[in-house]
């Protein structure tokens, strides 16, 4: 049980095109949903929160304009990279908890290169 | 504030040897902690997890935890190292979302566990 999904799990995009990233909770419903985003051998770092049906609670220094999160149903949400560029590129890590706990369940990731 | 400092970026060891990945960690209240394991571009499974039940701790795949409130430690171990064991180990501590309610992670910065044959 508690398995995430995120789709795609590699893309490559032009510079100033948009991404849209998918995490779903495939057995279970997930009230909260979080986006991390990894560089290269280094840690996780939190981008955002999402609660279904309302807006995100993006981390400081994160700019919520660039990544657009959706929490739309409580086994999916979405991260959009608007008007990606180079230093974009990176590893995106969602993940998902239910309601009674403070485990969360990861996504195997999105690598996202910008050319 | 919560915060976790693993100590060691890298370590190595040989196949069959014990395995140690020291973690200390600095939390205003009981904490919950984690360790998870990343392979090479993929994401994070969990190893263990503590919540103030039992100090020691079991997870998967052999390894073990000690809760040590008087250390502020949460080293992880396992007897015998294995090939399949060489990834990237990450401790973990929950900490305040806004609003105080708990649930976020707050990850240490890693430590890369090579396995020598």
């Known amino acids: 049980g508690a398995v995430v999904s995120q789709h795609p799990s590699r893309v490559i995009c032009k510079s100033g095109t948009s991404v849209k990233i998918e995490c779903r909770s495939l057995d279970f419903q997930a009230t909260t949903m979080f986006w991390y985003r990894q560089f290269p051998k280094q840690s996780l770092m939190l981008m955002a929160t999402?609660?279904?049906?309302?807006?995100?609670?993006?981390e400081q220094g994160v700019e919520k304009d660039k990544f657009l999160i959706n929490h739309a149903s409580l086994t999916l949400s979405t991260l959009t990279v608007t008007s990606a560029h180079p230093e974009d590129s990176s590893f995106y890590i969602c993940?998902?908890?239910?309601?009674?706990?403070?485990?969360?369940?990861f996504g195997p990731g999105t690598r996202l290169t910008v050319t | 504030a919560q915060s976790v400092t693993q100590l060691d970026s890298h370590v190595s060891v040989s196949e069959g040897t014990p395995v140690l990945l020291r973690c200390n960690y600095s939390?205003?209240?009981?904490?919950?902690l984690f360790w998870y394991v990343q392979h090479p571009n993929k994401g994070l499974q969990l190893l263990l997890k503590y919540t103030s039940a039992a100090t020691l701790v079991k997870g998967i795949n052999g390894f073990e935890a000690e809760f040590k409130k008087s250390e502020t430690s949460f080293h992880l171990t396992k007897p015998s190292a294995h090939m399949s064991d060489a990834a990237e180990y990450f401790c973990v501590v929950s900490g305040m979302l806004q609003g105080g309610a708990t649930n976020k992670l707050i990850f240490g910065t890693g430590t890369l566990l090579a396995v020598q044959p």
């Open positions: 999402s609660n279904e049906g309302s807006k995100a609670t993006y």
């Open positions: 993940s998902a908890s239910l309601p009674t706990g403070d485990e969360q369940y």
């Open positions: 939390s205003s209240y009981s904490p919950s």
